[in-house]
């Protein structure tokens, strides 16, 4: 798998980049924790995932650019989910979200065919699509209140904390409704999340009129993938974004944590218009083996590292 994907990018002019696994800042996601550790009595944290640093090096030099490496993610593990994985990340100057969608499906589809698992199927569904089959409702457009009396009507388990967060809501109902109603037997992009969950993507007004972030996620089943996006390229903006992700962590008593003051200058120095997707290398492995869990093609997971 690892050979083929070097070759997919080298024939594309795609190069190969190789930066830091710990640094002094970290993301300010409330839904991601990152594994600490400290040098010279100050923290620092395993990335998450290369995308900071990968961003700086396309400020500094606007070449289209991919890595893969580890990534470390506290409080995940699972049947899909190990604290230490493998990410494939790359980004493509000049590359709108729907460019870099279809060379994903291309990469997959090479993939796939090397493993005689081809033709690939990839049918994509805006958000509201998945959301408006899967449930009748529009996502863009009902309350979190709304959402908890579909989830009562229907005798969907509601977790704790939901009452008021849409964007929970919406993340939780995409799990419990959207995904099981994706074809089991397919890969299907679903794009144009709600601008709430923009994180750092830019966001555009859709064909409705609606404002939307410019996000993507490649799905097999139900199984996420990839996830990708139009790149935010303001910094102002950006900054203020990490600030509301370090509110919410502080509403969910979480740890406040230190922006990432050398990816913000980046930005402000420049960062070329591109789009860029992380994929799941572990999750691809077990469809290229056909294997039922993470495990099953780690050398040593978690429990045996």
Same mark, same amino acid.
């Given at each position: 798998m690892l050979q083929n994907i070097r070759a997919f990018f080298d024939v594309r002019g795609v190069l190969e980049v190789e930066t830091p696994l710990m640094s002094a800042a *970290?993301?300010?996601?409330?839904?991601?924790?990152?594994?600490?550790?400290?040098? =010279?009595?100050?923290?620092?944290? @395993?990335?998450?995932?290369?995308?900071? *640093?990968?961003?700086? @090096? @396309? *400020?500094?030099?606007?070449q289209a650019i991919y890595q893969v490496c580890k990534s470390f993610r506290a409080d995940e593990l699972g049947p899909v989910h190990n604290p230490e994985f493998t990410l494939l990340e790359w980004y493509r100057p000049g590359f709108d979200m729907f460019q870099l969608m279809q060379e994903l499906g291309e990469l997959v589809s090479a993939l796939m065919q090397a493993q005689a698992r081809g033709p690939v199927e990839i049918v994509s569904l805006s958000y509201a699509e998945a959301?408006?089959?899967?449930?009748?409702h529009n996502p863009h457009a009902i309350s979190a209140q709304e959402w908890r009396h579909f989830a009562l009507e229907r005798g969907i388990e509601q977790p704790v904390g939901l009452e008021d967060d849409v964007d929970e809501w919406l993340d939780w109902l995409l799990t419990q409704c959207v995904l099981p109603a994706l074809d089991s037997e397919c890969f299907t992009y679903i794009y144009d999340y709600p601008a709430s969950q923009s994180a750092l993507a830019k966001c555009r007004i859709d064909e409705a009129g609606q404002t939307v972030a410019c996000r993507f996620e490649l799905f097999y089943g139900g199984l996420?993938?990839?996830?990708?996006?139009?790149?935010?390229?303001?910094?102002?903006?950006q900054r203020r974004r990490f600030t509301r992700e370090n509110q919410a962590r502080q509403a969910k008593g979480l740890q406040s944590i230190d922006i990432d003051e050398y990816f913000l200058s980046a930005l402000? =120095?420049?960062?070329?218009?591109?789009? !860029?997707? *992380?994929? !799941? @290398?572990?999750?691809l492995l077990m469809l290229l083996s056909v294997s039922a869990a993470i495990e099953d093609v780690l050398a040593f997971p978690f429990s045996r590292s």
């Open positions: *970290a993301t300010t996601d409330p839904h991601l924790n990152s594994f600490v550790t400290r040098y =010279h009595n100050r923290p620092h944290y @395993l990335n998450t995932s290369p995308e900071f *640093a990968m961003k700086r @090096l @396309l *400020a500094s030099h606007g959301f408006e089959q899967a449930t009748g996420e993938l990839a996830n990708g996006f139009d790149e935010l390229q303001d910094s102002e903006e402000e =120095h420049g960062l070329p218009q591109c789009s !860029g997707v *992380a994929v !799941g @290398l572990d999750r």
